[in-house]
Nanobody, 117 residues
């Protein structure tokens, strides 16, 4: 059974840090292109960061470049998003996504991140 479960969200002050996790089961995470997306209230879902399957090459949206880091632990079959120097505009529900061959796509249920003092 395929499962994608995000965790680690919460309330953080501006300038603070937070690490999100995405635990995958039922498939091998490193065989998929993994990504983090976010959706703020009243806005469309946007891509935040991706990491390629074979070589683990990361790419970021301009809005988070230099502040967020995407990584994965193949042994734990888990994806991470390290968020640093967060801003109020980073407030959103963060989703983990796995994309494989033949348009196979798995989404998690999301985890809320709120940046506020």
């Amino acid at each position: 059974q395929v499962q994608v479960v995000e965790s680690g969200g919460g309330l953080v002050q501006p300038g603070g840090s937070l690490r999100l996790s995405c635990a995958a089961s039922g498939f091998i995470l490193s065989h998929f292109v993994m990504s983090w997306h976010r959706q703020a209230p009243g806005k469309e879902r946007e891509l935040v960061a991706t990491i390629s399957s074979t070589y683990g090459i990361a790419d970021y949206a301009d809005s988070v470049k230099g502040r967020f880091t995407i990584s994965r632990d193949n042994a734990k079959n888990t994806l991470y998003l390290q968020m640093s120097n967060v801003k109020p505009e980073d407030t959103a529900v963060y989703y983990c996504c796995a994309r494989g061959a033949f348009s196979t796509t798995y989404w998690g249920q999301g985890t809320q991140v709120t940046v506020s003092s």
